[in-house]
DNA sequence: AAGTGAAACTTGTATATACAAGTTATTAAT
DNA sequence: ATTAATAACTTGTATATACAAGTTTCACTT
């Protein structure tokens, strides 16, 4: 076993800064302290506090603005992070659940797995999980997932319950998606998906397959979504 | 009229890199050359260096390895670019067709229009088209089109016919695609549909609502989607 | 009271340097 | 010839500093 090593300081300056945005500590429209208090209190230099300050403008945490300072922005939904919306108003997140159907495990590929994989993945392996969500207690959104089991120690055990996978990959392991693809069907939902989403068989429902890919080589998570739209729908940024 | 100012090294760094890109000098896969080779070459230091690569980076024009060096990257398709694809091999592209149903004209907003409009886009109208899309002599997407009538002169006389509305939109009135959403939903055809897309009645097809936004402010690309998936696929990257 | 201008902030650009850590090529030992 | 150690690269992280340029504040002048 590898003792962890330290977190860059800079990278530690993005944490803290993106938590404190999170949390509703810095609002959006307000400033962040100034690159050089934020240099005192770190105990760094100004170029270590900017590179800090680069990766939150580019993940879209906030605009700089010369002779003023750090402005907290649109909080902006991460890259192909895919949300399940629907026109009542206040869907809060009360009304949301997911349910773990099956828990992260470890899983060799398939042999003809739909997207092709580097040398690097196969040995690598995956994790498997199936979610199913729901909204206001329908279910709506059945989920398999694949990700490749690279650097993610101890990952099996993580609760993902709470629409929280993307926040433990980036919390826990440093991984952010960095660009994806998706294809697109519509299908007459089979045995199985009908009842899972309380469906009756046939209704159309919308099939997803995505690639995701990090910013760690050859770590890519893949989805299959099946999803109900007869009173939501699937909602995405790029 | 104002001299224009020199540009900072880093952004030279930057465009010419991007040039020697785009033209092929360095390929997908190549190094650049490395840091410290560059800053000899444009007599700076390596902070300088590193703050163009960074933004080359977010870019996609390329990737950084620790030890190896910048590689370039796969050339990224534009942003939100929907295609229609199979797992035949071979769709070229002569098996492509569009038909232009309704001509580009100039129309008011409805009054009930699915997404907010600003002020500007409310007073400057939209140009509205309808397209009908082709694999193999089978038609497969119809799409309805809303695009704000901001700086676009003598847009409704251009030829959109193959695939080339973003193409027109870049060439000619430099006008770029930023960032989108799109909102996706199953939904069987109904009449007018399912005679379009020559279908039965009730088939599952697909139909996204999608909101491009451009390089140019309250310049907005609106687009309803209706896809027959039985043959074919959606694909986006983002 | 209104306007001017300077001071004191802010971020933008840049130099110079140092050591850590990952990769590749070379050299030396077996 | 194969292997192992080493040297010579590469990028990653960080310090320390300087001046340019945009914004805000506030005291001073009118």
Not at 16 to 27: A, F, M, S, V
Not at 174 to 200: F, P, R, T, Y
Request: glycine share 6%; hydrophobic share 30%.
């Amino acid at each position: 076993m590898r003792t962890s090593q330290p977190l860059p300081l800079y990278k530690k300056l993005i944490d803290d800064l993106k938590t404190l945005i999170d949390q509703g500590t810095y609002k959006k429209g307000e400033l962040l302290p100034s690159e050089n208090e934020l240099c005192k209190s770190y105990g760094t230099t100004r170029p270590t506090v900017r590179q800090a300050l680069t990766e939150l403008i580019n993940t879209g945490y906030i605009v700089r603005q010369q002779g003023k300072g750090s402005i907290v922005a649109e909080p902006k939904k991460g890259l192909g992070i895919l949300s399940v919306s629907g026109f009542t108003a206040g869907i809060g997140d009360k009304n949301l659940k997911t349910e773990i159907l099956e828990k992260p495990q470890k899983r060799t590929w398939d042999n003809n797995f739909f997207y092709e994989l580097t040398d690097e993945e196969l040995k690598a392996g995956s994790i498997y999980f199936t979610r199913l969500r729901y909204i206001n207690n329908l279910p709506v959104l059945f989920e398999e997932t694949f990700i490749t089991n690279i650097q993610l120690p101890r990952f099996t055990t993580r609760n993902l319950e709470d629409n929280s996978l993307f926040n433990t990959l980036s919390k826990y392991y440093q991984v952010e998606i960095k660009e994806g693809e998706q294809k697109i069907w519509a299908i007459g939902a089979d045995k199985k998906i009908s009842k899972m989403l309380n469906l009756k068989q046939g209704s159309p429902i919308v099939h997803m397959k995505r690639k995701l890919k990090t910013n760690i080589r050859n770590l890519n998570i893949y989805s299959w979504l099946y999803c109900n739209t007869e009173e939501y729908y699937l909602h995405d940024n790029f």
